[in-house]
């Protein structure tokens, strides 16, 4: 088939223009190491691990940058072990990482407290300047920059959801890490929030991981009607907690959908996750192309999740009131 001059004009045009933007969008050059850093436990073992570094994997090739071409990613896990973040941190920085990226916020305050020249991307933190972790949204200044949320108002929104879907209900606990000066504060304002809706909350708190079925127990002990879990504690301790509320029929409301997705969760309220872990990779395509994370906003997410497990309602006798599905974003049946 022969092609017209014209054809062939627009083929060389359409041809250097493609290798342009493939040029832009994978720079050539040494291979950039990007530190991924989380409290979480590792994909082999965590399902929800494995579906966010997919997310963030997915948003990465999205701008052209590819594990083994132009990119190399040093994973550290703690696995729940909070005290382990600030040697995982220094390890990153010992390497020279181009950036860290990090999710929550003991996380992000150990990868601050390593270094303060490596850029610093947060996948999702909360009150970010309520805690000090960086001067304002719109310039955060210094070293970090990223995503942030509201977790304790998050929090207040999921304590009336329960309250609206079991409205005998009276007492609810909460595991959580006491050794974090956020979480205090958090459950603090969880306290609040729950003596408004005429619930009473018991302080499940705890500071290693081996305490997690000693204060499970406590809570049968006491008779808590339900258990409210927040994210940064379901992703180390998913399976632990499942097998707990499924043993001790105990419905689970959570700040993480793969407790509802993947466990024995009855509801999720929360940020989607798995979006988050996509979207930051623009933040990771900036900064290593010269952009400073002093100068990048940080955004607030888009994407609120509510889930519901049919299943897990049936399993335990509840029903799920019309007015909690309809504002349902995902429904498993």
Same mark, same amino acid.
């Given at each position: 088939?022969?092609?017209?001059?014209?054809?062939?004009?627009?083929?060389?045009?359409?041809?250097?223009?493609?290798?342009?933007?493939?040029?832009?969008?994978?720079?050539?050059?040494?291979?950039?190491?990007?530190?991924?850093?989380?409290?979480?436990?590792?994909?082999?073992?965590?399902?929800?691990?494995?579906?966010?570094?997919?997310?963030?994997?997915?948003?990465?090739?999205?701008?052209?940058?590819?594990?083994?071409?132009?990119?190399?990613?040093?994973?550290?896990?703690?696995?729940?072990? /909070?005290?382990?973040?600030?040697?995982?941190?220094?390890?990153?920085?010992?390497?020279?990482?181009?950036?860290?990226?990090?999710?929550?916020?003991?996380?992000?305050?150990?990868?601050?407290?390593?270094?303060?020249?490596?850029?610093?991307?947060?996948?999702?933190?909360?009150?970010?300047?309520?805690?000090?972790?960086?001067?304002?949204?719109?310039?955060?200044?210094?070293?970090?920059?990223?995503?942030?949320? /509201?977790?304790?108002?998050?929090?207040?929104?999921?304590?009336?959801?329960?309250?609206?879907?079991?409205?005998?209900?009276?007492?609810?606990?909460?595991?959580?890490?006491?050794?974090?000066?956020?979480?205090?504060?958090?459950?603090?304002?969880?306290?609040?929030? !729950?003596?408004?809706?005429?619930?009473?909350?018991? /302080?499940?708190?705890?500071?290693?991981?081996?305490?997690?079925?000693?204060?499970?127990?406590?809570?049968?002990?006491?008779?808590?009607?339900?258990?409210?879990?927040?994210?940064?504690?379901?992703?180390?301790?998913?399976?632990?907690?499942?097998?707990? !509320?499924?043993?001790?029929?105990?419905?689970?409301?959570?700040?993480?959908?793969?407790?509802?997705?993947?466990?024995?969760?009855?509801?999720?309220?929360?940020?989607?996750?798995?979006?988050?872990?996509?979207?930051?990779?623009?933040?990771?395509?900036?900064?290593?192309?010269?952009?400073?994370?002093?100068?990048?906003?940080?955004?607030?997410?888009?994407?609120?999740?509510?889930?519901?497990?049919?299943?897990?309602?049936?399993?335990?006798?509840?029903?799920?009131?019309?007015?909690?599905?309809?504002?349902?974003?995902?429904?498993?049946?």
């Amino acid at each position: 088939m022969r092609i017209s001059p014209i054809g062939f004009i627009m083929a060389l045009t359409f041809s250097a223009l493609a290798s342009s933007l493939q040029a832009d969008a994978q720079p050539a050059g040494k291979i950039r190491r990007i530190g991924f850093l989380t409290l979480n436990a590792p994909p082999e073992s965590s399902a929800d691990s494995a579906a966010r570094v997919a997310a963030f994997r997915q948003g990465l090739r999205e701008f052209g940058w590819l594990e083994g071409q132009n990119i190399a990613i040093e994973y550290r896990w703690a696995a729940g072990r /909070s005290d382990r973040l600030s040697a995982l941190a220094e390890e990153l920085v010992r390497l020279q990482v181009d950036l860290i990226v990090v999710g929550g916020n003991p996380v992000v305050k150990a990868a601050k407290q390593a270094t303060t020249t490596i850029p610093i991307v947060m996948t999702l933190a909360a009150d970010v300047v309520e805690t000090g972790l960086v001067a304002s949204l719109a310039q955060p200044g210094g070293n970090i920059t990223g995503r942030s949320d /509201s977790a304790i108002e998050l929090d207040g929104k999921l304590l009336e959801l329960l309250k609206e879907t079991l409205p005998q209900v009276t007492r609810v606990a909460i595991p959580w890490d006491s050794s974090d000066p956020y979480s205090v504060r958090r459950f603090t304002a969880a306290q609040d929030a !729950a003596r408004a809706l005429g619930l009473t909350l018991q /302080s499940l708190a705890m500071q290693h991981p081996d305490e997690l079925e000693r204060v499970l127990e406590a809570a049968v002990q006491e008779r808590a009607d339900a258990l409210v879990v927040w994210g940064v504690m379901y992703n180390p301790f998913g399976p632990r907690i499942a097998v707990f !509320a499924a043993t001790h029929r105990v419905p689970v409301f959570s700040g993480n959908a793969a407790a509802v997705e993947q466990h024995f969760g009855l509801l999720a309220y929360n940020v989607n996750l798995i979006d988050t872990h996509r979207s930051v990779a623009s933040y990771v395509d900036r900064i290593l192309k010269g952009a400073q994370p002093s100068d990048l906003p940080i955004e607030r997410p888009q994407h609120i999740d509510l889930v519901i497990n049919l299943k897990t309602a049936e399993a335990l006798g509840i029903t799920i009131p019309p007015t909690i599905l309809f504002q349902a974003t995902r429904v498993i049946r």
